[in-house]
């Protein structure tokens, strides 16, 4: 589609209120609004609709075998206008199988046979008329017509894998996190039908919210973690442990639930040959969970909304052997604090939220996944980037297999700002560099890229810093207030939903007020370099002009260090405003009766290629 754009002309700093400028829309996106499943406002439209399911899930895992033996019921609600004649599973452990394409390493020692489906039935009926290809299983079935349901009973086995750890596997010789363990119906949308993008261990996930019931079977000395809430405490955990865990949950201090000395005199989980744990979680988009027998278990809660008074539950389960892990319970405590007092100043969304001591870094509804590290700075950037994840992709439905910025953007602008909060001595510039120096090269493309094509460089940085830095310099640019009300629209409209692209952008205008497409197209639609540099300084009769050259076409803020004849210093802060016009060059106009010595343009979240042009010397 071709993009206008009304012309004006352009002084330094004045803003062209009339200029609007559209944003290339592909046809499938265009097509939700004709069928009035999504608008323009950034709402759900009038049409919208979105199917879900829910689970039975009956597990029994043998720890030293890592046999995993599972039975899935599941109730598939199809809430689409259109009749459907196959249904399509993810079999996500089949990135472990033999064969399957995948872009991560794994150990020849660590392929196996993949999941094996014992028995598929639908609807009564047993099928075998279903073909797998890697993570992707196809069954025909039945028609489902709109609004009417089908329901899958499936009984399945798959080895676990012992090592190249991807999200998922034994972390040691008594502990294991097991996710994407079950078949899961794909995601059915409209925008593109079927998910059928394979999972390949780079790209992450789209699922649908659904509603859980497990039941996980281990043998006895083991204790199990999970999405959604233990219904059964009392049936497999020891009288002390179950007193100790409702105490955390009703108190702000932190609970040691299991202690070094529980673990000695196996006073932790009931003395049973087998104990199965039952969970209930509803309205997540996936359901994991992990088991040990010898991690601690150290606990707290807060209180995450004030108007309802409820509480969040939160955990760090790690081995004894990791230091780093004893303060992870306060880190983690204050970034649901954080995320639901400061930013994105939404209470937290979830009963509870578990960090467990695995060998990945990697967020899953209601737990992570962290591997110990080095240094207290890292334990806590991890953390809270982990924990932030929460609320997008989880609490917002992303499509992560297609759009891996929706989610890792907001990560990491969640470590940048939390992590001062926990310890204001750290200044995080994850990604800033590579950002810079990366920028305009062949590996550099839009945002909007599908995260399945990036390549190189780009892999990260396209998902990562890039729309982390653009949602940063959105909030400078609008004001706390602003923003916030402006991202509150958002989460408002599609929280519990499936936001796409524009479904953001829109929002994000509606909520601001502001028509923001002067900043999405470049920063978003396209590549190019991110370079500036001071062209001229200029004596005035009041003071002196900046003249700052933009070398790309993405706006930036201009950070400035002034140094005086006298000794003294200042610093000048503009907001992306400052490009608004459209203008290559601006004027920053400093009024002083000083003698300008020195000027130093540069900050740690500002990427810039080229530094040698940032400086101006009067001498």
Request: proline fraction near 5%; aromatic fraction near 12%; charge should be neutral.
């Amino acid at each position: 589609m071709k993009v206008f754009k009304i012309f004006c002309v352009l002084l330094f700093s004045a803003v062209c209120v009339d200029a609007q400028v559209q944003l290339p829309i592909e046809p499938v996106y265009q097509n939700t609004y004709q069928k009035g499943t999504r608008s323009v406002s950034g709402k759900p439209g009038k049409n919208y609709w979105q199917n879900s399911s829910k689970y039975d899930l009956k597990v029994d895992f043998n720890p030293v075998s890592r046999l995993l033996k599972g039975k899935v019921n599941v109730v598939y609600t199809n809430n689409s206008p259109d009749t459907l004649k196959e249904i399509w599973f993810k079999l996500y452990p089949n990135l472990y199988k033999k064969g399957s394409v995948r872009k991560s390493k794994i150990s020849e020692s660590d392929l196996g046979e993949g999941v094996k489906i014992e028995k598929l039935v639908a609807s009564g009926k047993a099928l075998n008329d279903f073909k797998i290809d890697g993570t992707n299983m196809t069954v025909a079935v039945p028609a489902v017509l709109p609004g009417k349901t089908i329901n899958f009973s499936i009984d399945y086995h798959y080895v676990l894998n012992k090592g190249s750890h991807v999200r998922t596997g034994q972390v040691d010789e008594g502990s294991h996190f097991v996710a994407y363990f079950f078949p899961r119906i794909a995601v059915y949308d409209d925008v593109d039908g079927w998910n059928k993008f394979p999972y390949t261990g780079a790209e992450e996930f789209y699922n649908d919210f659904d509603q859980f019931d497990a039941e996980i079977t281990v043998p006895g000395g083991l204790s199990v973690w999970a999405t959604g809430d233990l219904k059964n405490t009392s049936d497999v955990f020891q009288r002390e442990i179950v007193e100790r865990i409702v105490r955390a949950e009703k108190n702000d201090a932190v609970v040691d639930v299991i202690t070094d000395q529980d673990l000695a005199s196996k006073k932790v989980v009931k003395q049973n040959t087998f104990n199965t744990f039952k969970f209930e979680a509803k309205n997540v988009t996936d359901f994991v969970f992990a088991l040990s027998d010898h991690y601690l278990w150290k606990s707290t809660s807060l209180v995450v909304d004030p108007k309802t008074k409820r509480r969040t539950r939160v955990d760090a389960v790690f081995n004894p052997k990791h230091k780093d892990y004893y303060e992870v319970i306060d880190f983690a405590r204050k970034t649901v604090e954080s995320m639901s007092y400061k930013f994105p100043k939404w209470p937290f969304p979830y009963s509870h939220e578990t960090i467990f001591d695995g060998l990945d870094q990697m967020e899953y509804p209601m737990m992570v996944n962290d591997n110990p590290v080095d240094n207290r700075e890292d334990a806590i950037t991890l953390t809270d980037h982990e924990i932030f994840h929460t609320m997008f992709p989880f609490y917002m439905g992303i499509n992560e297999t297609k759009y891996g910025w929706m989610d890792e953007g907001w990560a990491t602008i969640g470590e940048w700002l939390i992590s001062p909060m926990i310890d204001s001595n750290i200044v995080d510039e994850y990604g800033i560099q590579p950002t810079a120096s990366s920028s305009g090269s062949r590996d550099d493309s839009p945002i909007m890229t599908l995260t399945p094509d990036l390549k190189g460089s780009g892999s990260f940085t396209n998902s990562y810093p890039k729309p982390g830095l653009a949602y940063l310099y959105l909030k400078d640019y609008l004001g706390e207030e602003l923003f916030t009300k402006a991202l509150h629209t958002y989460i408002k409209n599609w929280n519990g939903k499936h936001p796409m692209p524009y479904d953001f952008f829109n929002s994000m205008n509606e909520g601001s007020g502001k028509n923001l497409n002067w900043f999405w197209k470049p920063w978003f639609f396209e590549g190019g370099v991110l370079d500036m540099a001071i062209k001229s300084v200029d004596k005035t009769n009041s003071g002196y002009t900046i003249i700052i050259e933009n070398k790309g076409n993405k706006a930036l803020p201009i950070d400035l260090t002034l140094s005086y004849s006298d000794g003294s210093k200042e610093t000048n802060h503009n907001s992306i405003g400052i490009w608004e016009s459209g203008s290559k060059q601006v004027e920053v106009k400093i009024q002083t009766a000083k003698k300008l010595n020195k000027v130093v343009m540069g900050s740690s979240h500002v990427p810039d290629k080229v530094k040698s042009d940032n400086t101006f010397s009067a001498n």
